[in-house]
């Protein structure tokens, strides 16, 4: 079954204080492996699509990587800005949908 | 660019009763996904539409249904509402119905009491 799980569930961080957040997933062939930041009340904004091990992708103070089992999105030196809700979602070669996990609630205080 | 724009933003219906839901998608977009996300929760897939068919359905009963119209907007119908179905209702648009990025709306709350 194709599934997603992403660690830890909270994450506080201070201002500067860089860390990881985890996705790991088991799909019957991975299409794309998609990451998007979601504000309280708003609809998912996508961040980056990875397609294949060793890729890496990044924005601003976020970089996204990927191996066979699992995706990292790595925050350098956050600000307050960048509190969210982040998602991890897969989807698979022999389907349409994509599979998100529960996400990853930062808070970056200042 | 317009993005994904869905309506209404917040509704409040009564158990048994029934609630269409609107989506326009991004420009140049053919695909429209729905979700449900409840408290906490990811998205779940509910359906998708692409050339006005339902291509894929997740795991939901037949009281969910949709549309699909020849400019490529959707509506979401759900009958006989529960109390469990109080979600966020989150549409998304791709070009093409496999392998691409999908962007979504802000959605549409709704709650049913």
């Known amino acids: 079954e194709d599934q997603v799980t992403q660690s830890p569930e909270a994450l506080r961080l201070q201002e500067g204080e860089s860390s990881s957040l985890n996705c790991s997933y088991t799909?019957?062939?991975?299409?794309?492996l998609f990451w998007y930041r979601q504000d309280p009340g708003k609809g998912p904004e996508f961040l980056f699509t990875l397609y294949s091990a060793g890729e890496e992708k990044e924005k601003e103070r976020l970089k996204a990587t990927l191996t066979k089992k699992e995706s990292f999105l790595h925050i350098t030196a956050p600000k307050p800005e960048d509190s969210a809700t982040y998602l991890c979602a897969v989807q698979a070669n022999t389907g349409n949908q994509f599979y998100f996990g529960t996400g990853t609630s930062l808070t970056v205080i200042p | 660019d317009a993005g994904v724009t869905q309506s209404p933003t917040h509704l409040i219906k009564t158990r048994g009763q029934q609630v269409t839901l609107r989506c326009s998608p991004k420009s140049g977009h053919d695909t429209v996904s729905w979700y449900q996300q409840a408290l906490g929760q990811g998205p779940q897939f509910i359906f998708q539409y692409y050339e006005e068919e339902e291509r894929q359905r997740g795991n939901f009963p037949d009281r969910f249904s949709g549309h699909q119209f020849p400019n490529y907007s959707s509506e979401l119908n759900v009958n006989a509402l529960l109390l469990g179905d109080s979600a966020l209702y989150l549409c998304a648009s791709s070009s093409g119905h496999r392998g691409n990025t999908i962007y979504f709306g802000e959605g549409s709350w709704l709650t049913v009491v």
């Open positions: 799909v019957s062939g991975l299409r794309g």
